[in-house]
């Protein structure tokens, strides 16, 4: 995979996959990271531009789907989920495991929203290493 020249002075170390799931300042980020990626698919998919949001609960099953529950503590509220949804791609993003292009690439491949997330974080959770 190309490595991008890019630094971020605001970023972390995280010492496993739980610590990235559960860091809600990410989440944040990464909130509006997924709504750009599922964005910019939609408007390749429509050849035209659009914007969307997606909801958490598809974030929050796309989660499961790829069976990532086990790395979050026990009591979560499907929020959190779609949180740790939204903290891993960015975060994977930000380190270079994926890319914008790949990202876009899945979401626009797969006609359910809940099984290209779900395909897009068993990506991530292959290449990310700790």
Known sequence: MKKYSRTFRFLKTHRNLTEVLTDHKLASLGDAFINFVYSLALSNMKKQPCGAKVKGRVLAE???KAGLRKYMPSRITRHMLADAVEALVV???????????????ILEKTEDLV???SQLLLMIK???TF
């Open 62 to 64: 796309a989660f499961k």
């Open 91 to 105: 975060y994977a993003w930000l380190h270079h495991y994926i890319t914008l292009e790949d990202c876009s690439e």
């Open 115 to 117: 099984e290209g997330l």
């Open 126 to 128: 292959d290449r990310i």
